[in-house]
Structures are given as structure tokens and as C-alpha cells.
């Protein structure tokens, strides 16, 4: 026997795709789409934990169980389907390593979903249900179960039933009927997934912990700029007022997704209003800490006293940044984003990327001329904290690139989400090498007694100016003092001379 030909390009979509929209799986009037022979629902796919030991494993108890509940199921088909069939729908939840246990075909023929004909000959399935094998691991798995409609009602209610999870695993969940005369058939209810510790999705789980400690993080490294900052109020620059935005985004951001995960894993639901700050939040960090970084490398206020015609541009592509960023966020943790196709994601994925990468070009475009400029002037306070920001800088860019390439490898490798016990990793990355620059520009423009070295100054620029111009006035070097002195004798004795003529000349007269 094969697998099912579209449970692979269902899992390889859910790679992106994941189950962001609730434990809690609600189905409101959602139709069976046509698989092979198959009609199909998705009902959802999670990572879940196995129960806790030594725990009641009574569904409604709560603490330390894992499972799936199935409330108020109704199936609901159309008047013209009630006197031509009597229709079964039938569920089945699978791990994801079953996945071979699930379809096939007849003689090496077409796969197939729906036990056919031919298939029902051979006694291995019952036509017009599901095909599927028990597992090797545990014969009690898949778990196949469902309900027929009476005569000519038009709602068929799948019994009340909770699923016990005894092994950590990927678990899919698909509503499924063979019978084409139940075309337009649509379900209504709701299936709850629970983890040991909570509704939180198990790979989802691990962030809750790691935005705890970023929100930590975050506050530690607060108390050492404001302090710098309460110290220093009086030798603040406009750049290190910027810093300190970025900081106090960046705790609210931290803090806020803390909560609504926590809210999330309480109840089973993404709290929507949390969410859409804690994104707003996190956009508006990254929008102004990649300006942060471009004023910076154009030598705003060190070399430069203004961005002069270069602002709006500056400003403009800021704004598209945010907008594009702001979009794509809330789709992927707001919106119910298991509807969007590879297609729709790219489209709102790929004008982030371009963005990022425009970012990238100008800043390393715009340090190069900063950095000559500071050499040929010869500043070197200002030119030895520029060349560590550089440095910095292109580790930044080489371990984004590294990771990227890394993140691609994972996903190419896991199309099945069998590794989703890391996953959370990925997106965390991203916080902490954020938050790892952050310190290094910290570190680097702290608040302290000698900032305003740091900044503009047109005094200096003048006396550089003076220096080049002397320099080409006069190249070669100075000559030594008991040079000089003779130099000087020989000229006061030549003048004497000269003054001396000049009176005896007058006498004569």
C-alpha cells in the first residue's frame, strides 16, 4: 500500500503554515475540498507531548493531560443530497510517522484515499471508507472514527469523544467522505488541543519561556543605559535618545508577547488585541533601528550636521519598510494564515526581503565613505568607534546569512514537521542576534562624560581644513634649530647692511 498522494503537499504547506490560529480549532460552515477520490477537511495539525504520568487522564480535569476533544461536530448537507445518499464522514487523527499507514492503491494502480472497488475484492478495506493500516509503533493508531446520516436528515452530529495523546508526536486531523453525492457538504463545531502544560501548540511552547527571559534581558540591559543616561543627561546626543527608543520598544515588545503566549496556553485562543500590539510593537522597533543604523553609517551628526537632500528618501523607505513588515506580521500571527497558499505568503514575504537587502547595501555603501572621510581627516576617536560598529556590522550580516541558509536547509529536511520540537529556535534566532547588535551599539555610544567627542563639529572641521592647507603650502619638513638660527643670523646681518647703506648714503648727502 501508498500513502496519501496529497498529505505530502499538505504537510510540506504546513511547513509554513502551522497552526497559528488557536489550540481551540473552530469550523464554521468550512466545505470538503476534492482530494483523489477523497473529499477532505483539514482539521488541524500540532505538536503535542504525551500526558504526564500519574495523572488522571480524564479530559475535563486539566492539569497534565494531552488530548484531543472533539465538541459539538455537525456535519451539515444539502436538501438535494438527503434522498440519494446516507453518507459517512469519518475523522482520523495520525501521527505523522503513520503517514504511510494511511491510503493505497490496487494492483500498483492510481493511490487512493477511499477504499474503491477493486480494493474492497481484496478484503483489505471496506468500500466507501478510509483506507489505513494500524501502526507498527501502536496498534490502536490511527484513530479512525465517524457518523452516518439518518435517512433524510440533513445534519449528521459526530459523537462527543476525546483522544487521549500517549506519545509525543505531529498529530494531523482530517474530516473525510468518499461519497461524491454529498457534494457542498460543510462542518461546523470546534476541536480542542491540549498540551500537558496548556492549550500552547508544542512548538510554540518553548517561546512563552524564551520571551521571559528576553523580556529580562531586555530590562537588564534598560538599567544600564538609563543609569548611563541619568548620569550623563547633560552630554546626551539625538543618536543615543534614538537608542534609548529602541530599548524601551523593545521591552514592551518582549513583554507583550510574553503575555499574549501566556494568554494563548491559559485559554486556547490568540488573544487578537495583545497580538496586534505586541506586532506593532516589535515593527516599529526593527523600522527604527534600521534607520538608527543608516543615520549612523552616513555619519549623522559625527561628520555630517544633517542628511540634508538625502532625508525624504531616508524617511520614505522607512515608512515602506513598516508598512510592508507591519502587513506581513499580522497576517502570519493574527490572521488564520493556514488559508494562504506558498503564492500569497511569497507576495508578502518577498517585498520584506528586497527591503532588507536595499537596507543592507546602504549602510555598508554608506560606512565606506564615512570611514574614508574619518581616515582622510585623520579623527581617530571617531574613526576607531566606527571601524568596531563596521565590524560588528558585517558579523551581523555573515550569521544572518549562515542561519538563513541553515533555516533552509531545516525546512527542506523536515517536510513533515517531525522535527517540530526545534522549530522554535528559528524565529528566536532572530530576537537574540537583534538583541546581541543592540548591545554592541549600547556598548559603543553609551551616555558618558566624553559623548560630545563624538558629535559634530564645525570647529574641527575647520582646523582640518587649515592643516590640509598648510600641508600644501608648505610640503617639505621643518629645518633644524641650528639651521634655523644661522638662517636668521644671515638675514639680520644682510639687513644691517642694508641699513647701514642707507645712512652713510644720507650722511653723504
Known sequence: MASLEFF????????????????????????????????????????????????????????????????????????????????????????????????????????????????????????????????????????????????????????????????????????????????????????????????????????????GFMSLAFVILGIFWFSQYARFWREVLQLQNSITLVITLGMFEMTLWYFEYAEFNKTGVRPTGITVWAVTFGTVKRTVARLIILMVSMGYGVVRPTLGGLTSKVLMLGGTFFLASEVLELVENVGAINDLSGKARLFLVLPVAILDAFFILWIFTSLSATLNKLQARRIMAKLDIYRKFTNALAVAVIVSVGWICYELYFKANDVYNERWQNAWVIPAFWQVLSFSLLCVICALWAPSQNSMRYTYSEDASEEFDKEETLKLIRPSPLPSKDVQSSQEARTVHSSDGVLNGDLEEDKTE
Not at 504526564?52 to 456535519?75: C, W
Not at 499507514?101 to 480494493?119: E, N
Request: charged fraction near 20%; hydrophobic fraction near 40%.
Open 8 to 211: 505530502p503537499a499538505l504537510s510540506l504547506l504546513l511547513v509554513w503554515f502551522l497552526c497559528v490560529k488557536a489550540s481551540v480549532h473552530d469550523y464554521a460552515g468550512e466545505k470538503f475540498i476534492s482530494k483523489g477520490n477523497a473529499f477532505v477537511v483539514h482539521g488541524g495539525s500540532e505538536g503535542l507531548y504525551s500526558s504526564l504520568p500519574n495523572q488522571n487522564v480524564s479530559a475535563a480535569s486539566g492539569n497534565g493531560d494531552s488530548y484531543i476533544r472533539f465538541e459539538k461536530i455537525t456535519f451539515r448537507r444539502p436538501i438535494n443530497a438527503s434522498q440519494s445518499s446516507s453518507g459517512l464522514v469519518q475523522a482520523i487523527v495520525f501521527e505523522v510517522e503513520d503517514r504511510e499507514t494511511i491510503g493505497g492503491s490496487a494492483y500498483g494502480g492510481q493511490r487512493a484515499v477511499c477504499c474503491t472497488q477493486d480494493l474492497a475484492k481484496l478484503g483489505v478495506c471496506v468500500q466507501g471508507e478510509i483506507i489505513h493500516r494500524s501502526s507498527t509503533k501502536n496498534p490502536n493508531w490511527p484513530q479512525v472514527f465517524g457518523v452516518s446520516f439518518k435517512e433524510d436528515d440533513l445534519v449528521a452530529a459526530l459523537q462527543l469523544k476525546s483522544i487521549q495523546i500517549t506519545e509525543t508526536g505531529m498529530y494531523n486531523l482530517y474530516f473525510i467522505h468518499c461519497d461524491p453525492n454529498l457534494k457542498g457538504l460543510v462542518i461546523e463545531g470546534k476541536t480542542i488541543w491540549k498540551n500537558p502544560t496548556g492549550y500552547l501548540p508544542g512548538r510554540m511552547a518553548p517561546l512563552m519561556k524564551f520571551y
